[in-house]
């Protein structure tokens, strides 16, 4: 039983047949990343490309984490088969984890694996390997319950003030991820009801608490960046902001926090007398700091992509390899195989530029096979010749032209317009040009 594998599925919504990769082995001592990922329910999903029905697949799997020797194999409860059957599966998935780790690492807790049969209990082993007590855990599953009750009241706003009357200091950070996770969980799995209950929910609550507020006030000062100038009219914007709204304005505008904004900002202070010192010292203050903070995690991310692109680099099966990875590919990997692909390039040398254009172009493919077939379809048309290429290519999917996917055309069309750049202006013309194509074929 290998790691991961893609099983059939026939969605039970509209019977089309595919394949979904799923994982047996988790190992978060090799994949850090994993951890996150699983608690947040976003492994073993499986989401029908055409309809975009889905949810997660209960599976066996082992779980292991090596820094807190603890070794966990869940077995969903649902899965009603014989007990020799069942000792069978798991004595195959924590010999495929064995079969991967050096002898040093197999210490005695292997003998005893913990059994898991709810996905709820073995999350909240790990997070208690994670330090989170049981205290923690009452309280975020308090707000969960929370977010399911006043779900059903995102259409509601006279019913939904009744409920969250009094409860203000609950909706905190905390809250609000956990219903961004919640979300996220529901998009993934193509449950749209659920995801509009929860993203209107999501709005109504950031307009009406004070955590929301808070977050509003900290957009509309990275907004307001937008319209600076200069480096003394962007010194003017952050040293009129509060504490709380300059960290958000760090985070947006790290690059122009550079040494001569610090000088500058020192300047401002050692001009200033009384309380106005005192308020421009203590911003300096959290802008270093949280500078600092940013600059530390933007070192491990690119160090842990660096050390993924060798691994993948070094195997020989890239298209199996960063399949194994793909929870782990995000932006910053992306940008540090931009940087090395460019880099082997300059240095002429080929085989190691082919070796990162196909670990690049199997990612692509990966990131297409799970998007709707409508995003596929709008950026093969994108990349396609205007106006002949894309009429042909309407032609050939004509029966894919519905509403819904003009209607999407006008939206990517007015998103790529509002980036307030030359080339998110060009794609917007570029996506009207085709959507008329197309409404012309309806």
């Known amino acids: 039983m290998p790691e991961t594998q893609a099983v059939q599925i026939q969605c039970p919504s509209c019977r089309t047949v595919y394949q979904a990769p799923v994982r047996s082995v988790i190992d978060v001592g090799k994949n850090p990343q994993f951890r996150q990922a699983f608690l947040a329910g976003q492994l073993n999903v499986a989401v029908c490309p055409k309809c975009r029905m889905g949810g997660p697949l209960e599976l066996p799997l082992v779980y292991h984490d090596p820094a807190a020797e603890f070794l966990a194999v869940y077995f969903p409860q649902h899965l009603n088969i014989p007990e020799v059957?069942?000792?069978?599966?798991?004595?195959?998935?924590?010999?495929?984890?064995?079969?991967?780790?050096?002898?040093?690492?197999?210490?005695?807790?292997?003998?005893n694996p913990r059994q898991f049969f709810s996905r709820q209990s073995l999350n909240d082993a790990i997070l208690g390997t994670m330090g989170v007590s049981q205290e923690e855990l009452d309280r975020q599953r308090n707000k969960l319950k929370m977010i399911d009750q006043l779900r059903v009241m995102a259409d509601d706003p006279k019913g939904l003030e009744l409920m969250i009357k009094g409860k203000d200091a609950q909706f905190d950070y905390e809250f609000f991820l956990l219903l961004s996770n919640r979300l996220a969980q529901a998009e993934a799995a193509g449950d749209e009801k659920a995801a509009g209950q929860l993203g209107a929910l999501r709005e109504r609550l950031m307009a009406v608490t004070s955590f929301g507020k808070k977050a509003a006030k900290q957009q509309e000062a990275i907004a307001s960046l937008k319209e600076v100038k200069s480096a003394e009219?962007?010194?003017?914007?952050?040293?009129?902001?509060?504490?709380?709204?300059?960290?958000?304005?760090?985070?947006?505008?790290?690059?122009?926090?550079?040494?001569?904004?610090?000088?500058?900002?020192?300047?401002?202070?050692?001009?200033?007398?009384?309380?106005?010192?005192?308020?421009?010292?203590?911003?300096?203050?959290r802008l270093l700091e949280t500078t600092r903070r940013l600059d530390e995690a933007t070192r491990a991310a690119v160090q842990d992509s660096t050390a993924l692109l060798q691994e993948l680099l070094a195997s020989t099966d890239v298209r199996a390899a960063v399949r194994e990875h793909i929870a782990e590919i995000d932006d910053t990997f992306l940008a540090v195989l931009s940087a090395n692909m460019r880099e082997a390039e300059r240095r002429g040398s080929r085989s190691a530029l082919e070796r990162m254009t196909a670990i690049y172009e199997e990612i692509m493919s990966l990131i297409e096979e799970s998007q709707p077939?409508?995003?596929?379809?709008?950026?093969?048309?994108?990349?396609?010749?205007?106006?002949?290429?894309?009429?042909?290519?309407?032609?050939?999917?004509?029966?894919?032209?519905?509403?819904?996917?003009?209607?999407?055309?006008?939206?990517?069309?007015?998103?790529?317009?509002?980036?307030?750049?030359?080339?998110?202006r060009e794609t917007a013309k570029r996506l009207r040009d085709i959507r008329t194509q197309a409404m012309l074929l309806v």
Not at 87 to 96: R, S, Y
Not at 383 to 401: C, F, H, S, V, W
């Open 233 to 285: 009219e962007f010194l003017e914007k952050v040293a009129a902001l509060d504490p709380d709204t300059a960290d958000a304005v760090a985070v947006a505008a790290r690059p122009l926090l550079d040494y001569t904004f610090f000088q500058k900002l020192t300047d401002r202070i050692e001009a200033s007398r009384g309380p106005a010192r005192e308020r421009l010292t203590q911003l300096r203050d």
């Open 373 to 424: 077939p409508e995003i596929r379809l709008i950026n093969r048309l994108l990349d396609a010749a205007y106006p002949e290429g894309t009429r042909t290519m309407l032609k050939e999917n004509q029966a894919e032209l519905t509403p819904e996917t003009l209607e999407l055309m006008s939206q990517l069309a007015e998103e790529f317009e509002q980036r307030d750049s030359s080339e998110g």
């Open 85 to 111: 059957e069942k000792q069978k599966v798991i004595g195959e998935l924590t010999q495929n984890l064995m079969r991967d780790l050096p002898a040093e690492q197999r210490k005695g807790y292997f003998l």
